[in-house]
């Protein structure tokens, strides 16, 4: 079964704009992390966020974490036509490197 | 460090046929997965491999899906027979104990006619 949601489903913004996408769980986590995945190739990993910690960043990404309310976000700033990709949230289930991913959101990035 | 290699990349077969993939994971790398991506769908976890022991089985359907990690190194899943419900993407990722990042493979896309 899925563990997380995300939304939107797919999201269409021009080159030079921020990209927010949003995760949302259902029971308690050590961590979460986010992937990326161009069409037909394997995953990519983005950044991991622990259980304690409420924002990181890493270079053009922004994630937060709020695990009151289970959800957590991803923003890209300034996109680029690179940037274009599904992009996937990830939770480990009963502290073990198990993962489950959430159903993912389509980012299209115009030129 | 070279990634973690799947073969085929693409596979067509027509149902109740058997087909095989092939994983190899980054050196030096213990736990290894099978994933299965069906279309519009985050992975669903098949299986995890500690070394050639399993640690996670209880996602993958037994009564056509295989899986072994002969040695802790390279690992194959096997389907037989196959079903059209099969088609979908099997990606093969492998984990160190640096952290729980996973790192994954091209994967293998199943056409199931």
């Known amino acids: 079964s899925q563990q997380g949601e995300e939304d939107p489903q797919a999201l269409s913004i021009q080159e030079g704009e921020n990209a927010t996408m949003n995760c949302s769980y259902k029971t308690s986590i050590n961590n979460l992390q986010w992937y990326r995945q161009n069409s037909g190739r394997g995953l990519v990993h983005l950044i991991l966020?622990?259980?304690?910690?409420r924002e990181k960043h890493s270079g053009r990404l922004r994630v937060t974490l709020d695990t009151s309310k289970k959800s957590s976000s991803l923003l890209i700033t300034a996109s680029r036509a690179a940037d274009t990709a599904s992009y996937f949230c990830?939770?480990?289930?009963?502290?073990?490197?198990?993962?489950?991913f959430g159903t993912g959101t389509r980012l299209q990035v115009f030129p | 460090e070279a990634g973690v290699a799947q073969s085929p990349r693409y596979k067509i077969i027509e149902k109740r046929q058997s087909v095989a993939f092939w994983c190899n994971p980054i050196s030096g790398h213990a736990t290894l997965y099978w994933y299965q991506q069906i279309l519009g769908q985050g992975p669903k976890l098949l299986i995890q491999f500690q070394n050639n022991g399993v640690v996670d089985d209880s996602q993958l359907p037994k009564d056509r899906f295989s899986a072994e990690r002969l040695k802790g190194v390279d690992s194959t899943l096997k389907i037989q027979p196959a079903k059209l419900e099969d088609s979908a993407v099997y990606l093969c990722?492998?984990?160190?104990?640096?952290?729980?990042?996973?790192?994954f493979g091209p994967g293998t896309r199943l056409t199931v006619l």
């Open positions: 990830a939770t480990d289930v009963d502290n073990t490197d198990k993962l489950i």
């Open positions: 966020i622990r259980s304690n910690e």
């Open positions: 990722a492998s984990s160190g104990n640096r952290g729980p990042r996973q790192f």
